[in-house]
């Protein structure tokens, strides 16, 4: 053979090998719509069937029906939030309409009533039939029956009226009770025959949970002679229909008791010009031809001016011998001779309101539909017992809605001081379903959190002064300290914030309330509420190896635990942050059996109601979550496969990183590297912070468009180490601890060779933002810096609004994440001591502030004084303002638009890379929306 022919015989073999070896691509910007992840993943009720929704960041998304061993049944295009039907027979799924086709609809601006409309499918288990129906609104399927209800769109109807201007609160009022919207076509589908009913032009309908019965409200067409307005209820097995309420009005909150065979609602049929439109409360048992009005407007029964609510929720209790629902002062009528543009607009704070003012315009729309609870006994002569009013206006039913009490608790002339404490104080009181009476839990009020169990025998709390748990005996009338005598802390015992620590919480009850089961820092509890008597669920294993025991449910709907259950404990080693999952009876007194250990990060599982069987989600740094079906969690099946395309990309390692701080403590963070590490380079390094960040080292990250936080997965594919140091605080020191820390674990990294130390960058968001801006007054060794959302003032900022929930900024100064610990005329040094601000002068790092103008978080002037006084010295910096946006980012294109810009920004200080424009000259406004400056910038000396 020649050997020319031989050399290229022998090159030719090799090419597949060479392939194989060739350097993986760095991730791009053009990645992430097409990046993936599950959804919803949920198994039947015999355990035989699986479903999830695989769906892409931006685009159209797959649901996948499989059965348990992996043999795929259907995948739907577009199919979304899945339901299985309770007999395992069916699957039921709304159908997005194409994102192309919605895409193209929001280009064309077109009406909420003209953009593309969602299909139903319903797909048979076992004969594999997939039906569609099309153009759906909304969907129920009963929850112990295969029967399906589903509410079509209404037609069209356009409005030919003139609109006249409204005041705001006339607005919020009408519109909250508005009988005049045409109704759409109901239609009924009875899974197992496939026999349908359809009803016109329904308004509101409700399906029983046996799906015996669907009541539904209709609204007639004007001028219809074969339509009704009114409120009907179809007998499914009989085929018979009944008429319960006649005439066009409101009806809402239908409701039928756990058997269908008892109906309540709420209606008014006022003429439609009525300046006030009180509700009645209705009842039908289905014998009577008609429903029937048990309690209207002006009964005795009622207090003065009060009447049964529209917006209270109806509920029978699980024996249908009680019906609760809402009451409510009658609506104040509107003054129809009141001139809008007459009449003055404005605000009035009171230093004695409870709540200010932007709290009170925030929960504007909730205050109108406040309605407090009632129960009445349609069976016993309507007797009613009012449970609320305004001074005892938050109440909690118990899961047995049979019992008599239900906890209540109130604030009333305590909520002032929610200004600089974050909370109130609560009275705790049981309320009597028979007589109303109320006896009183804790007569002084405290900072408390309770709740009722759910047998309704004992009313439980954790005291925030006490740090202790509490049990109130329904029977006995005695208070029990649950956690006393256990020798153990129950509430955090890391807590660095000048406020009661937080307690670790409560994993579940057992069934009659025999036991309840609380949590310390790595053990569960199993407590007795009457005695006290508390025993180591978890036998002392969490503390003794650092194990984090954790606890939920898996059956959905179920209340409590059965004496026969077995406990699937969702487990976390606190040293080397692995995940798992260790399984104990709940009558054992062995300790917990280890199942799986694994440096990855483990779902909560969902069980089979009828079978020993699992699904869940796992996920490593590199492992993207995917769903499994196990029998014990040891053996187990993949049934996904997502984002197959990772493996062209240079991906990231992590591993926990460990060092001393200067004073002495012993610290932890996670250091990620490139997937191609080489440790005879060197590497430009970002440090990212927020608090404590390692027990996440095992979640996977993929790249996603950021709302302003650094997206590793990004910046170490592309050749960047990403160092997360987990940071504790001093009381009064939040700026000094980030220096101790972050500073600390920087230095210590830096002695590694492959650590370019003349190339650091540092990037944080809102808490974070402001640890940027302090480090950056601290130290010059930051080449580059980051901060999205900071704080820089806490003196002009301590007494500002939370415009989000319209509460003021002085508790979280003195309690809890700012940690100074006192007001600002107590300690004035410690405020100014920690404002980046007052040290300005200093800083000679490059940094670039995302500072957005419709931030509810952080006052975006904080962003602004920033960016003002480091212009004013000279220093090279950068505002981004995000128009409309919040405290992070929301909509997709701005996301987008930042992770280019932070990219390029740390590229061209850590890198050399060229400076795009608006870095090097900036955009013009009278460019703005046609210039982005993304390009880089020619003949600059940047």
Known sequence: MPKPFLLITTLLCQLPALAQQAPKKPLDHSVYDKWESVVNPKISNNGKYVLYQVKPQQGDGTLYLKTADNRPLAQISRGDSAAFSADSRFAVFPIKPPYALVRQAKIKKKKADDMPKDSLGVYALETGKLTKYPNVK??????????????????????????????????????????????????????????????ASVTDYQLSKPGNRVAFAVLAPKGSKDVKSGLFAFDVAAGKLKKLSTGKGTYKNLAFDDAGKQLAFAAEKHPEKALVKPFSLYYSNFAADSAAIILRPGDKALKRGWSPSGFGKILFSDNGEKLFFGTAPDPLPQDTTLVDFEHAKLDIWNYKDDYLQPMQLKTLKKDLQRNYLAVIYPKQANKMVQLEDEYLRDSYLADNTNAEYVLATTDTAKRVSMQWEGNTRKQA?????????????????????????????????????AKAWFAYSVATRNTVNLTQKTGVSFADEENDSPTDPEPYGLAAWTKNDEAVLLYDRYDIWKINPKTGLATNFTNGLGRQQKLRFRYRIPVDKQKFIEPKDELLLLTQNDVDKTWGYYRKPLGSTKAPERLAMAPMTFSNVEQ??????????????????????????????????????????????????????????????????????????????????????????????????????????????NGYLVFTPDISYTVGEPGPSAVEYVNSGVEALKKNPWVDAAHLGIQGQSWGGYQVAYLITQTNMYAAAWAGAPVVNMTSAYGGIRWESGMSRQFQYERTQSRIGA????????????????????????????????????????????????????????????????????????????????????????????????????????????????????????
């Open 138 to 199: 909304s969907w129920q399927l009963a929850e112990k029956a295969s029967v399906l209800a589903f509410l079509g769109n209404k037609p069209v109807v356009k409005d030919t009226k003139p609109k006249a201007p409204a005041d705001t609160l006339k607005k919020l009022t009408d519109g909250l009770l508005d009988a005049n919207k045409a109704g759409a076509p109901l239609t009924l589908v009875n899974l197992l025959t496939g026999t349908t009913r359809e009803f």
């Open 429 to 465: 009181y049981l309320v009597s379903t028979r007589t109303g009476q109320r006896i009183a839990i804790n007569p002084k009020a405290s900072k408390s959190r309770f709740q009722i169990s759910p047998h309704g025998d004992y009313a439980l709390w954790y005291d925030d002064a």
């Open 608 to 717: 089979a109601k009828n079978a020993r069987r699992y699904v869940y989600t796992k996920s490593s740094v590199s492992q993207p979550a995917d769903v499994y079906v196990s029998a014990d969690l040891k053996k187990e099946t993949k049934l996904s496969a997502i984002n197959a395309q990772q493996k062209d990309y240079n991906w990231m390692t992590a591993e926990l990183v460990h060092w001393t701080t200067p004073q002495g403590h012993a610290a932890t963070g996670v250091l990620y590297k490139p997937e191609n590490f080489d440790p005879t380079k060197k590497y430009p390094m970002i440090s990212y912070f927020y608090e404590k960040v390692s027990d996440g080292i095992y979640r996977y990250q993929g790249p996603a468009p950021t709302p302003s936080r650094l997206d590793i997965a990004m910046f170490a594919s």
């Open 823 to 942: 007001t600002l005329w107590e300690k004035p040094e410690a405020y100014i001591r920690n404002s980046p601000l007052f040290q300005l002068p200093k800083v000679q790092t490059p940094v670039v502030i995302m500072s957005n103008d419709a931030d509810g978080a952080v006052p975006w002037y904080q962003g602004i004084e920033m960016f003002t006084d480091l212009r004013r010295l000279g220093k090279p910096v950068w505002l981004l303002q995000y128009n409309g946006e919040a405290h992070n980012l929301i909509k997709r294109e701005n996301r987008k638009d930042i992770s280019i810009r932070e990219l390029q920004f740390f590229d061209h200080y850590l890198k050399g890379a060229p400076a795009p424009v608006w870095l090097d000259k900036g955009v013009p406004a009278v460019e703005k929306g046609r210039n982005w400056g993304l390009e880089t910038s020619k003949g600059t000396g940047m």
